[in-house]
């Protein structure tokens, strides 16, 4: 949370937004920075990487929370000479400070953060490639109020929570809202996937800045045939399933929608040898009859195999 008016105010909204995101971890922890920023993040460790015992780390003038999953940790050791034994979150932290916030485009897992720094007052916030870490902010020209959870940031007095017609108006069309950078409550954007978003003090407001660190289609595959766009199609989906599954140390779980996607991980999950808990949102053959095409007809098959 940053803002221009007082320690108090930080203190209360960061107890509001911690309230919400408690069920994102249980190791709590909540920093009052200066008399502009407050910082604090509700961590869990499930993954083979060392434990971040700190959710809020320091860094000579810098201070972060982060929340990260990464799956090349042995590349970004040999490039930028971080330390194996940092946690997943340390470790980006290092590499950001080192490298700057283009070396996310290196970073292979599924992370957002925030890096406070102390010496100027600049914030940035920032999100991994494909957006899979959410992270909210809501803007004013006094405040700004960033969370994983959308619901945290509305529950703040700060926050006016008032309906966004434009957003509303889209989905009710039937327009990609994933494009779209507002939310469904005036005044709370999302940071865009692929991006750093930097803050800082100017003039007695605060001054936003975007960057975009990667883009989707840099690099073109050409490749002579059909046959030769599966096969690599095949090996791309099976590396990156096998790179997840070797930063998880215990049972995995794992949906079973009937789809396509769904269905071809949890067969690569089986093949890889490991253990899991498959899961179906679908009703019982019992409850409700089966019909032609019907995708639990797939799920029982994928079963099976």
Known sequence: MYNTGTQREITSGLEILQKWNCAYGSISQQKIVDSFCGIGACAEHITNAPANANPVMYRNSYVAVIDAILYNRDELVA???VSRTLSDEEMLMECILRKGFDVLSTVNGDFCGALYNTNTGELT????????????????????VFSSDMRGIIALEEVPATPNPDWVYKAVCGYDTAAYTGTEVKDIYFVKPASYLTIRPSEGKLAFEEHVYWRLGQEKIC???????????????????????????DVIGAELSGGLDSGVI????????????YYSWSSSPKDVPLVP?????VIADICEQ
């Open 293 to 297: 095409n019907d995708e639990r007809r």
């Open 266 to 277: 949890d067969i690569l999950i089986n093949r890889h040898g490991r253990k899991a808990v």
């Open 223 to 249: 490749l002579r045939n059909e046959k030769e766009y599966a096969d690599r199609l095949r090996e791309l989906i099976t590396e990156s399933v096998k790179r997840r599954l070797d930063v998880f140390p």
């Open 79 to 81: 490039v930028n000479g």
């Open 125 to 144: 916030l920032f999100r991994d490639h494909m957006g899979v870490r959410p992270l909210f902010f809501f803007r004013s020209a006094e405040v700004v």
